[in-house]
């Protein structure tokens, strides 16, 4: 089922902090891979709890999440002259309790899901550049959850129902195709190769690049719950590792192959935050994410 709804745009102040040069880090969950290191911007929406980047295009437009008042808002950030100066934009499903932002084209189409007060399923959605926003449902599943689009339309993203998730394909007004239980897709380039995780008994996960036929899973080195978020042309995918609350991003290199030798593996951790997790990354190697560091913000790391 698919409805066109109007497109409900709020500005909102945003706030950056001054740029540091490199990340400092942290005592390591797992094995002490080398920093990615490059310059760091931080940011939290105005007058929010909590603030996560999800997602960049090759245009440096960032997607994310803001909390207000307890309920999840999507946002978009378009950067000025650099990552310190830019606005942000609230995207609100009409009529959605909560909304939140996963995936962003270069054409500037943006992925995520919302659900209203009463309803408990959640529901995907595709903003359209002409502010209109289409629901995506995966009949007889309870939740459809898009985390990615690419520059053709294709979306990939999970469905839950009954405690299982399964991940998706989506394009058009069709789902192209459905994983195997427990397993989900959380970003497509634009060659169509999708990452996305998996969680193995009795606990924990594993991550996998998926490129037609050709699967490769991986994990951080020592790490028993790697969860791969985003990736970009060349195929360098980002994501996070460890247990929730002390948890380390990651940077897995494109040119790793077969097997995951521990030097095609970066970290990505800020010094002092309770835990860092990586979302997305450009062609230019521009990563971004959010961490817990008395309140929960959003970080931009050019390389």
């Known amino acids: 089922m698919k409805r066109t709804l109007m497109r409900d745009l709020r500005a909102l102040a945003i706030y950056l902090l001054a740029p540091a040069i ?17 310059t760091l911007y931080t940011f939290h929406c105005a007058g929010t709890g909590a603030t996560v980047a999800t997602d960049i295009n090759d245009s440096g437009t960032i997607v994310g999440r803001c909390s207000v008042s307890g309920s999840w808002h999507g946002f978009i950030y378009t950067k000025g002259e650099s990552y310190a100066d830019g606005s942000v934009t609230l995207l609100d499903v009409p009529g959605a309790t909560a909304t939140e932002a996963w995936g962003i084209n270069e054409q500037g189409e943006v992925v995520g899901f919302y659900y209203k007060g009463g309803d408990p399923v959640y529901h995907g959605f595709v903003r359209r550049l002409s502010g209109d926003y289409e629901t995506i449902d995966r009949q007889g599943e309870m939740n459809t959850m898009p985390e990615d689009i690419n520059d053709g339309g294709y979306v990939a993203g999970c469905v839950h129902n009954n405690g299982l998730m399964h991940g998706f394909v989506f394009s058009g007004d069709a789902f192209l195709s459905i994983e195997p239980a427990t397993s989900m897709h959380t970003g497509v380039n634009e060659s169509g190769t999708l990452v996305g995780y998996g969680f193995t008994p009795p606990a924990g996960a594993a991550s996998f690049i998926l490129s037609g036929v050709d699967r490769i899973d991986f994990s951080y080195p020592g790490a028993t719950n790697t969860q791969a978020w985003g990736l970009n042309q060349a195929g360098d995918v980002v994501g996070w590792y460890g247990v929730a609350a002390s948890s380390k991003g ?21 010094a002092g935050a309770a835990w860092t997790r990586a979302f997305g990354i450009n062609e230019a190697g521009v990563i971004v994410g959010g961490y817990a560091q008395d309140g929960i913000h959003g970080f931009v790391l050019v390389q």
């Open 22 to 38: 490199g990340l400092l880090l942290t005592g390591s969950i797992a094995g002490a891979q080398e920093p990615v290191e490059g």
């Open 250 to 270: 990651f940077l897995r290199l494109h040119a790793a192959p077969l097997g995951q030798p521990d030097d095609q593996f970066k970290q990505v951790a800020i």
